[in-house]
């Protein structure tokens, strides 16, 4: 009989544990894309693409302003020209707006791949922010708001990561 009970008594208070511990389950909540443009690394990030942005818009206007001397010259001289500088100059024409059209199609995916090379280790040192903290916390997962996949997280079971996140950058910034 006391063997009985005793064993009632260690399962009951290890049921009542275990459900304690599922109650105490915390989740973190963030707003990732908020993070990410405060951290001094973002900034800097994007304004090395704004100045890639600059060159790139420099070359094409200096290509389009080569374009249209090329094309006055031609309207200039074409009554006077030959016919063999006639068509030369034609081809040469052609050649300079389809290299020009070619580097301003090209100008979007070079930028496209600079901000994915820049912000790359920006946004590693985010994730490995919140990693820590979620260590740290003893957090089960760490919820992105800024997505709308999870349109309701009970206030009980959550709490503002986002803080903690932001002091774990502080730390980590060089």
Known sequence: MKKTLLLLLVSLSIGVSTLSAQSQAKYGVIHYDSLLVEMPAYVKAKAELAD??????????????????????????????????????????????????????ACDSLLAEAERELLAPVKAQLDSAIVAVGMERGYEC?????????????????????????????????
């Open 52 to 105: 890639l942005r600059v060159k790139y818009e420099n070359e094409a206007a200096y290509n389009d302003a080569t374009f249209k001397r090329m094309f006055a010259d031609f309207l200039q001289g074409q009554k006077d020209f030959p016919q063999s500088i006639m068509l030369k100059r034609q081809r040469d024409l052609q050649e300079a707006m389809e290299k020009s059209l070619a580097f301003t199609q």
């Open 142 to 174: 760490i919820v992105n708001r800024a997505v709308s996949s999870h349109p309701f997280l009970h206030p009980s079971l959550t709490e503002d990561a986002m803080p903690f996140v932001r002091e774990k950058l502080l730390a980590t910034e060089p």
